[in-house]
């Protein structure tokens, strides 16, 4: 393994390119098309919602034998996470002799392109999808989809084609077998760098003349340290926000640690009570693991954003975000899931109830950051339910999304824990509505007890996604809507 300072290095179809004197907060998109001139990736939205700059971000597997890749929104990705990575896009799909892509030339054959502006993102969310999955259900094409957005033919000849593709699947898989050793070549250090006395040294990827920088650490201490020396430092996972501030708010901050390098921080451990969730784990792993355990959660999980952004926005990252309306959290509190914060060498657990302190305000404090997130596992007779409510099903805002667990003690509500987002400054649990719950049966629980507990709760506030009158009566409804079931099985039994 070689390294070069300030220079972002990664494969691009059996090359590596040596990306030099560009800033640290360039974007993915733009180096493509501006630097490398691959213009088949599109700017649409410059915010992740769109698809049409959809590229593959790949990274050696675990066996260091092949390339395992996610799907990328280019526009809101920085350079510098490239860094030690492989590229492909469009142009990359198109084999020597000028073969297309089986999801290229279907798309031309089914006349899945009209416009074509669009066309490129959807090839690549398309080629993503079939190098695990080449025998993908309809379902599974749409939801690969949700995130690319076509005005002109309504996706019915996209669909075909995708189908019609994998008809063809001996030549679906990509061969990157020539990016192997080349990813090895410039792969990042797995261990720290020390002083002559023995203090850690994080190298930058990218150093400014003003000492402004990129760093990519490798391991949890690096990540400490240089959090302690620089406490001001922008945390950068997923990139899903930090893109958006860039691209939108023009924001350039002084220092970026990039954590995507960060093995410690990538694990899943678990233990028979709990998982604790590394605060790089993405949303597509999140999803995954609590497919079985809690659908509903899942079911939340899958309708947050889309594949590319979920494939790198992270579990902690939306908590640290700390969205009034974001969607992970009221799952979690609901479920009594806690934090485990680092600073330096020493570590606290913080209930995520507690976390927040007001509007994107936490208890975080100078240097401290998210290392883990402690989900516990289900137990024996426990209910839970959730819900996300919003103006579109899929890829939208919440106006509020509602969750509870409890369990049935002699057919009446035991161990409520109930919790909202979009009705305060931030998700919150709603205490109130859980000793209205506690110890009822669910027949017994009235719509006017609920409306009073919300009224006393919060604060009435109309918003952009929707009215107060219609946030408190849904989030009434849901309460009602979680507990029928429960009502029905009693009246059934009976």
């Known amino acids: 393994m070689s390294q070069v300072t300030n220079t972002v290095r990664f494969v691009l179809d059996g090359k590596i390119v040596e990306a030099q004197g560009a800033r640290r ?35 050696l597997n675990a066996a260091g034998q092949g390339v395992d890749y996610v799907p990328v929104n280019s526009c809101i990705q920085l350079l510098p996470t490239l860094d030690g990575k492989s590229v492909k896009t469009v142009e990359s799909l198109k084999k020597p002799d ?79 077998a020539g990016d192997v050793p080349l990813l090895k070549e410039i792969q990042r250090a797995s261990t720290p760098t020390l002083s002559l006395e023995g203090d850690i040294i994080v190298q930058p990827v990218v150093r400014t003349r003003k000492g402004n920088e990129f760093v990519s650490p490798a391991t949890l201490a690096e990540v400490a340290d240089y959090l302690v020396k620089h ?50 784990v993405s949303l597509t792993e999140v999803e995954t693991l609590v497919s079985k355990a809690y659908p509903d959660f899942a079911e939340v999980l899958r309708r947050f954003g889309s594949p590319p952004i979920r494939s790198t926005a992270t579990l902690a990252g939306n908590i640290a975000n700390g969205s009034p309306i974001g969607d992970t959290m009221p799952c979690l509190m609901a479920l009594g899931a806690t934090l485990t914060l680092r600073r330096g060498d020493k570590t606290r657990t913080v209930s995520l109830d507690k976390f927040y302190t007001g509007q994107k305000q936490t208890v975080l404090q100078a240097g401290e950051f998210i290392e883990a997130v402690v989900l516990p596992k289900p137990q024996a ?89 219609y946030r408190s009566l849904v989030a009434r409804n849901l309460v009602l809507d979680f507990i029928e079931e429960q009502t029905q099985q009693t009246t059934e039994v009976a």
């Not at 409890?406 to 709603?430: D, W």
């Open 231 to 280: 406490p001001t430092s922008t945390l950068l996972a997923g990139s899903t926000e930090v893109g958006l501030q860039v691209n939108k708010q023009y924001s350039r901050p002084d220092h970026i640690v990039y954590l995507g390098n960060v093995a410690e921080l990538k694990q899943v451990k678990d233990t028979v009570q709990a998982w604790h969730i590394g605060a790089v």
């Open 25 to 59: 907060t360039t974007t993915v998109l733009d180096y493509l098309r501006e630097q490398l001139h691959r213009t088949g990736t599109k700017e649409g939205c410059a915010e992740g919602d769109c698809g049409a700059c959809v590229v593959m971000v790949g990274s």
């Open 381 to 469: 007779g426990q209910v839970f339910r959730a819900h996300k409510v919003s103006k579109r099903f899929e890829q939208d805002i919440s106006a509020t999304c509602a969750a509870i667990t409890y369990s049935l003690k002699a057919g009446k509500l035991s161990g409520v824990k109930l919790a909202y987002n979009g009705l305060a400054p931030s998700p919150c649990r709603a205490p109130k509505l859980e000793a209205v719950l506690e110890g009822k049966a669910p027949a017994d629980v009235k719509a006017s007890d609920l409306d009073a507990a919300i009224t006393a709760s919060f604060v009435a506030r109309d918003g952009l996604r929707a009215t107060w009158a």
């Open 98 to 176: 000028g073969t297309l892509h089986p999801v290229q030339q279907a798309m031309v054959n089914c006349h899945g392109s009209q416009c074509g502006f669009c066309t490129p993102g959807i090839v690549m969310s398309l080629v993503n999808l079939v190098q695990l999955n080449p025998s993908p259900k309809r379902q599974d094409v749409s939801d690969a989809l949700s995130g690319n957005l076509c005005r002109c033919t309504g996706y019915a000849p996209i669909l075909d084609a995708a189908a019609k593709a994998c008809s063809n699947k001996a030549a679906l898989k990509l061969d990157d």
